[in-house]
């Protein structure tokens, strides 16, 4: 695979610590005869491991040089692999460095090479970057084994179904994933897979970032074809490479969760047993309706620019553009309550927050008023036209779909969701959902019902986090939010705004939980406990990892 510069830090071995190397050859490589294989072995980092675990095993130099493959595309890595197979008087005779693409070197040895051990970190690219000759092959091998790859999926998931298909039947993998394989929609197939092709899954998470100077979480993912009477799926949480190098592969796990045979997200699998039959139950709970019964999802406003086409007052003023905009929220932070109040939008202007959507007539450039002209022809003056999302409308002044919602769902999560009753009658930007009802229920009623342990366990469990520590809900995603409605016409719609506006959420939960839960679902104490302790490991670990 093609280096790239966005990905060099988690691109190939060469950049992969070494604790990271000898921690998964050492638990891959079992016994002395084990055929092992790196398919994307950079400058042999994960080789060297590989050796070592091998020597410590007692084989002899002579043995390890049949013993040890690897692929690898950039032939100036592939030489830095091979000096140190001679550092190990270990000579490329035999061509354990295969240089050339992984997928085609797959294809040739389905049927006639198979590994007890396959090792390494494989190049994290996405799809745009991904070479169409040999993207072509790996796609046909996803193919083979009942995935459907599409525009989404990165480099790293079909090297993780590749390497699979290359292993004996009582094979060990051992990768470094991004942590995106626990909970994207993208590799929903692939956790499908996986869980039906290996007995037993462990995999190796961490509360701190293992790249400083990234965003991106990584996972150590192991795989057994054959786990014996121990089968499942466990997820064994350090603090950092530290502790991981102190971890030995006979310390107790964290016990095996029976593994659901789905494309359901693993984020649950950080929960205990008792957890996940709990959060499994609730799917099925009946008296529990889903928002998207009740409601539409939708993305906000896209301008391609909200530089230019979200504007405070003064700058309204002084464009003279008062006539031509229409209300906005730009950003989460500017609803604090679970309303959105003709006050509250009356203090985002005395804020000077950016509170007026540019909303110009849908008509050529000379009807339009001269106010509007010199106004666009600043925008153009800084080329924002040529932008993509500018570029492909008529009138790339012009924003579309700039309806109004009922309310307001958080996009991008740092505490907590929510649901915001939208009384301003203001649109949003794409940073925040436009959520429209379905029926004409009280609309204080369900944004009250929506602050509750279950939906926010929920969301925890069906969203996707950052390595920053963001909780992302996309309208599809939020949309399969269960909700509690009995007894909701008991809550105090306004206490739980001046609430939420107070910061006092563990408190809402607490009377809501007694109304919903408690009184209006009949849930015991100890789910509502368990529910309660769901949300606050999830949401607590997510955050825990926020870049200081």
Not at 140 to 156: A, C, D, E, F, I
Not at 417 to 435: G, M, S
Not at 512 to 519: F, S
């Amino acid at each position: 695979m093609k280096r790239l510069p966005t990905h060099r830090k988690l691109r190939g071995s060469y950049y992969t610590p070494k604790v990271i190397c000898d921690f998964l050859a050492s638990w891959a490589i079992t016994s002395s005869e084990a055929a092992v294989l790196e398919p994307s072995c950079g400058d042999g980092a994960f080789i060297e491991a590989a050796i070592e675990r091998l020597l410590g095993l007692g084989v002899t130099k002579k043995n390890i040089s049949k013993q040890i493959s690897g692929v690898e595309y950039d032939q100036k890595e592939a030489l830095k692999a091979i000096e140190r197979l001679e550092k190990y008087c270990i000579s490329q005779s035999q061509k354990q460095i295969h240089i050339g693409d992984f997928f085609a070197y797959c294809v040739k040895h389905l049927n006639d090479q198979k590994f007890d051990a396959i090792i390494g970190n494989p190049p994290f690219i996405r799809y745009q970057y991904f070479p169409e000759e040999h993207r072509v092959i790996a796609f046909q091998l996803m193919k083979l084994m009942g995935l459907r790859p599409n525009r989404l999926t990165n480099v790293w998931v079909p090297f993780l179904v590749a390497s699979a298909l290359l292993l004996k039947k009582h094979g060990r993998l051992a990768m470094v994933i991004p942590a995106e394989l626990l909970q994207v929609n993208y590799a929903a197939d692939l956790r499908y897979f996986l869980s039906n092709y290996y007995s037993r899954i462990t995999i190796f998470t961490f509360k701190k970032l293992l790249f400083d100077d990234i965003q991106q979480e990584v996972v150590l993912f192991t795989g057994e074809r054959d786990g014996h009477e121990k089968t499942g799926i466990t997820i064994v949480e350090l603090n950092d490479l530290d502790e991981l190098s102190r971890y030995k592969h006979t310390s107790a796990e964290s016990e095996l969760k029976l593994m659901d045979h789905s494309t359901e997200k693993w984020t649950q699998y950080y929960l205990t047993n008792d957890e996940i039959h709990l959060v499994r139950k609730l799917r099925q709970d009946r008296r529990l309706c889903v928002l998207g019964d009740i409601a539409e999802v939708d993305v906000g406003v896209v301008t391609g620019m909200n530089d230019f086409f979200v504007l405070s007052k003064p700058q309204t003023t002084e464009y003279r553009l008062d006539k031509y905009t229409q209300r906005v929220v730009g950003r989460s932070g500017h609803l604090q309550g679970i309303i959105f109040s003709e006050e509250d939008f009356q203090e985002n202007i005395r804020k000077k927050f950016p509170a007026f959507l540019l909303d110009l007539p849908p008509v050529n450039f000379d009807k339009l008023p001269k106010t509007a002209q010199e106004y666009v022809l600043s925008g153009e003056k800084q080329s924002l036209h040529k932008g993509y999302k500018c570029s492909i409308r008529k009138l790339w002044y012009i924003v579309p779909s700039v309806w109004v919602p009922d309310a307001f769902m958080l996009r991008q999560i740092h505490y907590h969701p929510k649901i915001v009753l939208n009384d301003a009658k203001a649109t949003c930007t794409d940073t925040i959902h436009r959520v429209r009802f379905k029926n004409s229920l009280d609309k204080k009623y369900f944004a009250g019902a929506f602050l509750n342990s279950l939906t926010f366990s929920f969301s925890e469990i069906i969203g996707r986090s950052y390595g920053g520590g963001v909780l992302e809900l996309e309208p599809n995603e939020a949309e399969k939010l269960p909700l509690p409605f009995p007894c909701s016409e008991k809550l105090d719609f306004d206490f739980l705004d001046k609430s939420l506006r107070c910061g006092e959420v563990e408190h809402v939960l607490k009377i809501n939980d007694g109304i919903l839960l408690r009184k209006g679902l009949g849930f015991s104490e100890s789910e509502v406990s368990l529910l309660q302790n769901i949300w606050y490991k999830l949401r607590n670990r997510r955050i825990g990892r926020k870049k200081k």
